[in-house]
């Protein structure tokens, strides 16, 4: 299966993104050629502030009643990871790309395979931002 490096943004890797139709997704920045090619294939190509970015994802459910797993998440080890990526995490991405005819047009897409994290940037979580203060009875 094919694999792509780039920066991570937005992306619901452990858990759906539940917004609209609940979804795996990633929108990977990429090189800019790896970005054309992918475009002149007829596949999604979102121009964001940090570069194109290719919108690879999963669909939660399936045809008859069919429920799809998560991706697999690892670390740069190969080891299972469980915790949300945060914007800009430098990662690789593992998909499959299909195709669909429906109705005689033609639906092109990347299903979500795997993420491995190069270099996590920790997704925010309430209270990141502060520093661990020393004890008062220290600065008297």
Same mark, same amino acid.
């Given at each position: #299966?094919?694999?792509?490096s780039? +920066?991570?943004?937005?992306?619901? &890797?452990? +858990?759906? @993104?539940?917004?609209?139709?609940?979804?795996?997704?990633?929108?990977?920045? &990429?090189?800019? !050629?790896?970005? $054309?090619?992918? *475009? +002149? =294939?007829?596949?999604?190509? $979102?121009? #964001?502030?940090?570069?194109?970015?290719?919108?690879? =994802? =999963? +669909?939660?459910?399936?045809?008859?009643? #069919?429920?799809?797993?998560?991706? *697999?998440?690892? !670390?740069?080890? *190969? @080891?299972?990871?469980?915790?949300?990526?945060?914007?800009?995490?430098d &990662? $690789?991405?593992?998909?499959?790309?299909?195709? *669909?005819? &429906? @109705?005689?047009?033609?639906?092109?897409g %990347?299903?979500?395979?795997a #993420?491995?994290?190069?270099?996590?940037?920790?997704?925010?979580?309430?209270?990141?931002e502060?520093?661990?203060? !020393?004890?008062?009875e220290d600065? %008297?």
């Amino acid at each position: #299966m094919p694999v792509l490096s780039g +920066k991570a943004w937005w992306p619901s &890797v452990t +858990k759906p @993104n539940t917004t609209y139709e609940p979804q795996y997704s990633v929108n990977l920045i &990429v090189e800019e !050629d790896v970005a $054309k090619d992918f *475009k +002149k =294939r007829g596949f999604t190509v $979102k121009d #964001m502030d940090d570069g194109p970015a290719i919108i690879i =994802r =999963r +669909k939660v459910n399936g045809p008859n009643g #069919m429920i799809r797993n998560a991706p *697999k998440l690892l !670390d740069r080890n *190969k @080891n299972p990871l469980d915790c949300q990526i945060g914007n800009g995490s430098d &990662v $690789k991405v593992q998909y499959k790309e299909w195709e *669909k005819e &429906v @109705n005689g047009q033609l639906f092109k897409g %990347l299903d979500f395979l795997a #993420m491995q994290v190069i270099n996590l940037i920790n997704y925010g979580e309430p209270g990141d931002e502060f520093d661990v203060e !020393d004890d008062l009875e220290d600065e %008297l």
